[in-house]
Each structure stands twice: as structure tokens, then as C-alpha cells.
């Protein structure tokens, strides 16, 4: 019985989920179909791309194969938009759309099982399949969905509370209204200025002073049932951390088994309670970072044993009060812990550095490469990872909330993933500057001070803008420049902030500092889920909106260098990339052959190893995928003799086999395969989805 309640619990969390992200896929397409600028375009089809994969890790972690198939092949597609492999037309955008209604159906028990579609999931290159005119989203209007967000449970004490406060803004609201007909009637003698007598003039400036005095008390009475009422509310939508953790062991254990590990997750302080918007906004990263912690941290018992450790791993999730109205979310493993060379090597598959800048980086700087999109310790793609995304993915949600994230290493050496958020999302204390003519705020607890510099303060370091200041030399840019607005005219001196965050600093250049302001936050709604620099909106006092800046973004915009006009240059078609494909079947090689060049490829055979060393020395090719068990020369040492070669080394190289031990993937991985795909865990979206990564 208890299983069971924590299963429906689970399912009714889950669509609850479903339907966010299903919202924002469908705010996303649906502002591509309308036409968006090149740039604008790209960041929607980046966040299409991230809702559709923690969409797909959430179907998962409740069995609902079908769900995460489709995703799947929607995750294929938009990859292939983002690296420019697959045009984005209408009939492209039409396909999307109909795998995501598909989507949202099944989420609500109301569309066929994926193993009765016809087709595949990779539909982008091929004709459209067949299907019923798409009812948009069925999961956003699903009555056990809209229940299941919409439910909350509140103690009869609380409401009693807010009833009083409710009760102490109507009267405010009464005075209110008495107030403005005193005051109408005193405009209304001014304004015809039929004194009779000096006197009665002196009896009319008495009057406005004593209604001005009776506005104030007014206005201090409404300020504290306003703010008595707002702590209330904050205190109604506090919730146990539990509410949001309880499902991780279940999903954990399951994930373990299907990996052979074993596994124990243990929760800490879950009592804690926090804002259910903060708690919503968690789960996510909860869910890829105890994922990350099986599949990259855990090692198998056997190998635990030869360790010394114990056979079942362990994770924790510990929850802890700061102060501010903050708290810390602790995610740590008894794992293997974060390896910074396989971080460095995940960078450099990615092709986002040179193996001599990834050389170059520090400690600190490799382990910060996790956070970016495509860097993946594991050259194996499978279904938990190998895509880096899942880091990205918890950045980007924490920094969304105000928070900040940083990674390390555990007391016992395993990883350790630290939160700092907000327990509650409300009112909002900011700076207010003004920066290309422009107002902004910037979060108060980031600003670490606001000073004047002079010209000479500023220098070129390295091509870059830099401050000399208490001692240190910190990147420095214009505001204005980051935001993209028109530079205004600073002669002399000008204001400055100094911006602290997750462990960094930087300097922002403004035109003028206006104050501290308190605001309430206005979240950022699809398909603005995600702008560069922008947290959110802040309403002021005079009813005017203002944006929120996002410090985090700021200071890695600083540390990249402010970005300057681009010049444009003519599009041109790219040549098809070159593939060897390298397998003893014939079978497979053909069915390889016609999958790519259906792709856009341009694809030569080889029988052996031995027959595709030949052709790498004759041709030029920009990738191999190749078999591992074959006569004459395998695939593995294929793999060794391009590594080995000074032209072929840089060679992006695919293994794809049926060769699934661990002494196996090690060894694909030592030789110097940049992936290494296991047939029976692939399909041919899959393939080709890798191979985009890397051509």
C-alpha cells in the first residue's frame, strides 16, 4: 500500500513536471513558427533542446518508456537544428510539434504506445509519418495534471491569519477612498480660489498639511498589513524539502539495478522548508545530479570492493539553513569522485578547446568545464549520459532563482555539488543603475561595492578591459556594452560596481548609480524562459518595470571579454562532411552507408581495419565510425594507429559494437575513441546524433 501511494505520488509529480515543460516546448515552437532573428532562434531551440531532455531523464526515473522514446527522437531533431545539420522549415517545425503532442497524449494515458507508431523517431530527414490533427498540449488542460499543481495543503491557524490581514487592507482600503474625497474637495476649492478673506486661504494650507499628515499614517498603516500579509503568504507556500526528495531513492535503486550497482540515498534536514516555487525549480537539478552521481561516481560493488569500500555506494542530499533566508543543498557521492583530466578530454572531444588549452586550465577551471553544454566525462553514449548536458542544465536553473552553484570534491573523496538558494522567492533588494540609457537593477548581495574610478583606473590587460583595484586586477567592461545598448559619454570620472559571485569578480563601468530599491519579482514566462544577462523583472514603486540582472552571467561575459560588432559574412553552403564506415557485414556497412548519406553525408566503405588504414592514407576524411571486432585489423588498434599518426591524430573516431564488458569500454576509451556506442543500447537517431557532435 505504501508503495503503491508513493508510485501515484510520484506519477501525479511527474505530469505535474511534464506539463511545465511541455509548456515551454510548445511557447518555443510556437515562437519559431512565427519567425524569430538568427540569434533569437538559436536561444530558442537551445531551450526547446534542454526542456525535451530533462523531460526525457524525468520519464525515466518513472518508467514511462514510451514518453522518453519520443523524447529521444524530438532531443535528435533539435540537436541537429542547433548544429545547423537539419533546416529549420515549416514542414520540420510541423514534425516537432506532432511528436510533442504525441508526447503530451501519452503523458495522460491518451495516445498509442510508441511500439505501434509507424516510423521512427529520427523523422527529420524522411517524409512525414501520418497522424491525427495535433490537439495542443492535451497534458496543460488534463484535469489530474491542473489538480495535482494546483493542490496545497494549509492549516485552518494560517488561514485565520490571512483573513485578519485581508482584513486589515480593507481598512486601508476605506480610508483610502475617504481620503481621495477629502482631497478632491480640497482640488476643488483651490482650483476656484474664491477666498473671501485672507484667512480662509491660511484655513486651506492647513487643511492639505493635515490631510497630508492623515496619507502618512495611512500609508505606514497599509505598509505593515501589506508587509504582515506578504510574510504570511510567504509562510503558506513553505513547504518540507521532503516533498520534492522522496521520490529519489526509488528512482535511484531503479537505475542502480539496471547498472549493476548498488546504491543507498539518504536524505538530510528534508524537514527544512523552503518556497514551493523553489522546490518546484529543484527538482531538476536534484534529479541530474543523483544521475550524475550513479553513472559517473558509483562504481560497481566489485570494483568498491577492490577499493576498500563498502559493495553499496552512497548519496546524500543534505538541506541547511543560512542566514539571509538562504539555504544550502548539499549533493555528495562516496564515488570515484570528479576526474578534471576526463573533464579536460571531454572539452577537447567536444571541440569547445584545444588539447593545449585544456592543458593550460587549472584545477579550479577544468572542474568548471562541467558546467558546459557538451562536456561529458564519458566518451560512452548512453542512456543516462554522455550528452553534458545535465550540469548545464542545474547552472542554469539555480542561477535562474538568484543562486549559485559550486562543485568539488567530498570529505571521503567522492563529488560534492553545493546549492545556495533562496528559501523564498518574493520581494527583491537591488541596485538601480543606469547603463546606456537604460535603468537596471543588479542583486544587492552581489554588488560588493559601488565606487568612482577614474580613466586612468582603467587599463589594457592582455587586449582586455581591467580595473587596478584594492590591490587586484579584475575584468571590467561597460554595462552597457554587455547589454548591448549605446555606450553614453563618461568623461572624467565614472561609477563603477565591483560584482562578487560563486568565488569570482569583475567590474561594471555604469553611467550613473540611482539608489536601493526593493522591488517584487516579475519571473521571465515562455518562450523568455532563458535571456542572456536577465533574471527576471522587478516592479517599482511607480508601477514601472525594470530588468533584473543575473550576476553570474555578467561576470562570465567579463572574464570572455565585453563583445564587440560582429561583421556579417555571406552564407555559404557547406561540403558534405567526409565519414569512412568500417565493418567486416556487409549488412551493416550498407544499412551505415545509406542512414548517413540520407543525412547529408558523404560516406566511403571499408571491410577491415586494415582496408580503412589504406584509405585514411590516400583520402581525407572528417570522421570514422568503425567496428571493433574484425579480421585483419580491429578496431581498436584502427584506433591506436590514427592516435599515432600526426595528420590522421585529431581524427574524430566512433566505435559502434556489440562489445559491452567494462575491460572493453576502458579500452576503447585508452586507445582513443572519442565515443563509444553499444549496438543493442542505440538506434539511428542515436548514431547520428553523435556523429553531429563531432562533424
Not at 462 to 473: K, N
Request: aromatic share 2%; glycine share 8%.
Amino acid at each position: 500500500m505504501r508503495s503503491e501511494g508513493l508510485r501515484l505520488r510520484l506519477m501525479a509529480t511527474f505530469r505535474q513536471e511534464a506539463e511545465e515543460h511541455l509548456r515551454v516546448l510548445s511557447c518555443h515552437l510556437t515562437a519559431l513558427e512565427q519567425g524569430l532573428a538568427p540569434d533569437e532562434a538559436a536561444q530558442a531551440v537551445e531551450a526547446a533542446f534542454r526542456a525535451t531532455h530533462t523531460l526525457k531523464g524525468a520519464a525515466r526515473s518513472v518508467s514511462l518508456g514510451d514518453v522518453e522514446g519520443l523524447c529521444q527522437g524530438l532531443e535528435t531533431a533539435l540537436s541537429g537544428i542547433k548544429r545547423g545539420r537539419i533546416s529549420l522549415t515549416p514542414e520540420t517545425l510541423k514534425r516537432l510539434q506532432e511528436d510533442m503532442d504525441r508526447v503530451a497524449r501519452l503523458v495522460v494515458g491518451r495516445a498509442e504506445p510508441l511500439a505501434n507508431l509507424p516510423g521512427g523517431l529520427d523523422r527529420a530527414h524522411g517524409p512525414p509519418t501520418p497522424s491525427p490533427p495535433p490537439s495542443r498540449s492535451p497534458a496543460l488542460s488534463s484535469p489530474a495534471a491542473n489538480a495535482a499543481a494546483a493542490a496545497i495543503r494549509i492549516e485552518t491557524a494560517r488561514l485565520d491569519e490571512l483573513q485578519a490581514r485581508t482584513e486589515d487592507l480593507l481598512a486601508a482600503k476605506l480610508s483610502a477612498e475617504k481620503r481621495e474625497r477629502e482631497a478632491r474637495d480640497l482640488v476643488d476649492m483651490l482650483a476656484r480660489g474664491d477666498y473671501p478673506a485672507e484667512g480662509e486661504r491660511d484655513a486651506g494650507e492647513a487643511q492639505a498639511r493635515a490631510l497630508l499628515d492623515r496619507i502618512s499614517r495611512d500609508r505606514r498603516s497599509l505598509a505593515s498589513a501589506v508587509d504582515a500579509l506578504s510574510e504570511q503568504m510567504r509562510s503558506v507556500r513553505m513547504m518540507p524539502a521532503w516533498s520534492v526528495v522522496e521520490w529519489l531513492p526509488p528512482m535511484a535503486s531503479e537505475i542502480a539495478r539496471a547498472q549493476g550497482k548498488e546504491v543507498d540515498v539518504v536524505t538530510e534536514g528534508a524537514e527544512l522548508e523552503l518556497d514551493r516555487r523553489v522546490l518546484e525549480a529543484i527538482k531538476d537539478p536534484l534529479l541530474h545530479l543523483v544521475r550524475n552521481a550513479l553513472d559517473h561516481g558509483i562504481e560497481p560493488p566489485q570494483v568498491r570492493e577492490r577499493a576498500g569500500k563498502s559493495r553499496r555506494g552512497r548519496i546524500a542530499v543534505r538541506f541547511a539553513p543560512l542566514e539571509g533566508r538562504r539555504v544550502e543543498v548539499r549533493v555528495e557521492d562516496d564515488g570515484a569522485g570528479i576526474d578534471a583530466a576526463a573533464l579536460r578530454a571531454g572539452a577537447v572531444r567536444a571541440r569547445l578547446l584545444s588539447a593545449e588549452q585544456a592543458a593550460a586550465l587549472s584545477e579550479a577551471a577544468a572542474l568548471e568545464l562541467a558546467f558546459r553544454s557538451g562536456v561529458s566525462t564519458s566518451p560512452v553514449i548512453g542512456e543516462l549520459s554522455g550528452h553534458g548536458l545535465g550540469m548545464a542544465i542545474v547552472r542554469d536553473r539555480v542561477e535562474r532563482l538568484g543562486g549559485e552553484v559550486f562543485v568539488g570534491l567530498a570529505p571521503g573523496g567522492g563529488a560534492a555539488v553545493r546549492l545556495i538558494l533562496p528559501a523564498s522567492v518574493a520581494s527583491f533588494r537591488g541596485l538601480l543603475v543606469r547603463a546606456g540609457r537604460q535603468d537596471v537593477l543588479v542583486p544587492i548581495e552581489a554588488v560588493e561595492r559601488a565606487l568612482r574610478v577614474a580613466a586612468g583606473d582603467v587599463a589594457i590587460v592582455a587586449g582586455r578591459m581591467a580595473l587596478r583595484w584594492d590591490g587586484r586586477v579584475l575584468p571590467a567592461a561597460p554595462l552597457a556594452a554587455l547589454l548591448g545598448r549605446e555606450l553614453g559619454d563618461a568623461p572624467g570620472a565614472r561609477p563603477c560596481l565591483i560584482l562578487a559571485s560563486a568565488g569570482a569578480s569583475g567590474a561594471l563601468l555604469v553611467d550613473e548609480v540611482l539608489g536601493e530599491r526593493e522591488v517584487l519579482v516579475k519571473p521571465l514566462e515562455p518562450p523568455l524562459v532563458r535571456v542572456r544577462h536577465v533574471e527576471g523583472a522587478g516592479l517599482l514603486g511607480g508601477g514601472e518595470l525594470v530588468l533584473i540582472l543575473r550576476p553570474a552571467d555578467l561576470l562570465r561575459a567579463l572574464r570572455e571579454g565585453a563583445p564587440g560588432p560582429q561583421p556579417s559574412a555571406p552564407a555559404q553552403q557547406p561540403a558534405p562532411s567526409a565519414i569512412l564506415v568500417v565493418d567486416d557485414s556487409i549488412t551493416t556497412r550498407t544499412m551505415e552507408k545509406n542512414l548517413l548519406e540520407a543525412a547529408g553525408y558523404r560516406v566511403c566503405t571499408a571491410a577491415d581495419g586494415g582496408e580503412a588504414w589504406m584509405a585514411l592514407k590516400s583520402e581525407r576524411f572528417d570522421l570514422v565510425v568503425s567496428d571493433v571486432d574484425m579480421p585483419r585489423m580491429n578496431g581498436f588498434d584502427l584506433t591506436a594507429r590514427i592516435r599515432s599518426d600526426p595528420r590522421l591524430s585529431p581524427l574524430p573516431v566512433v566505435l559502434v559494437t556489440a562489445l559491452e564488458s567494462r575491460e572493453d569500454k576502458e579500452r576503447g576509451v585508452e586507445v582513443g575513441a572519442n565515443a563509444y556506442v553499444i549496438k543493442s543500447r542505440f538506434d539511428q537517431s542515436t548514431l547520428l546524433e553523435i556523429i553531429r557532435r563531432f562533424v
